[in-house]
């Protein structure tokens, strides 16, 4: 069996709205629910109960992402991926020694693997919720339609439509648009 773990994707801009500090792309994920367990997710910020409500967390930036992407990796990228994560468990978090924080975030590794059991390139979304005091996640798959594709994932695609360019054109003048609109409201 290969080894796997999730891999930032951005289909879209829009973690770089919604989230303090979106991961980057291609980064190595965590779940990311530790940096919860202290916190009543009600007063968090709107960013931050983003964060809360469906955040991957990169263990590069210590950013967080939308959606996470089944990848292969290699046993080298786990141990880079562990000693990233540990380095931020000490910096950030406090984590008394390296022996535990490394420890901390092999364990925070081990279970962003064991949600790669699916074909590569299957994208991952996460639902957090608190229920009862206890953190619970959910998680979701989305997989390419055609297994063949070795490009994954697209946001958009562009085609061509025959006979559209055929009906009248329409043409807005942005310019003038306040001018008109002002007029409007004066008669």
Request: proline letters at 5%; glycine letters at 6%; one cysteine or more.
């Amino acid at each position: 069996m290969s080894l796997k773990l999730p891999r930032a994707i951005r289909l879209d801009p829009s973690d770089t709205f919604v989230f303090r500090r979106a991961a980057e792309p291609g980064e190595w994920l965590v779940t990311g629910s530790f940096l919860f367990r202290q916190t009543d997710p009600s007063v968090l910020d709107s960013k931050g109960k983003a964060a809360f409500r469906s955040g991957f967390l990169g263990v590069a930036s210590f950013g967080w992402s939308t959606l996470a992407v089944v990848t292969d990796a290699t046993p080298a990228e786990r141990d880079d991926a562990v000693g990233q994560l540990a380095a931020h468990l000490i910096d950030k978090l406090g984590a008394p020694d390296a022996a535990t924080a490394r420890a901390a975030a092999a364990e925070e590794i081990a279970f962003a693997a064991s949600l790669c059991d699916h074909p590569a390139q299957t994208l991952l979304a996460l639902h957090r919720t608190l229920e009862d005091g206890e953190i619970r996640e959910r998680f979701r798959t989305l997989t390419p339609r055609d297994s063949s594709q070795s490009e994954g994932f697209r946001a958009f695609e562009f085609l061509e439509v025959a006979g559209e360019d055929d009906g009248p054109v329409e043409q807005v003048d942005l310019l003038n648009l306040d001018k008109n609109l002002e007029k409007t409201r004066l008669t």
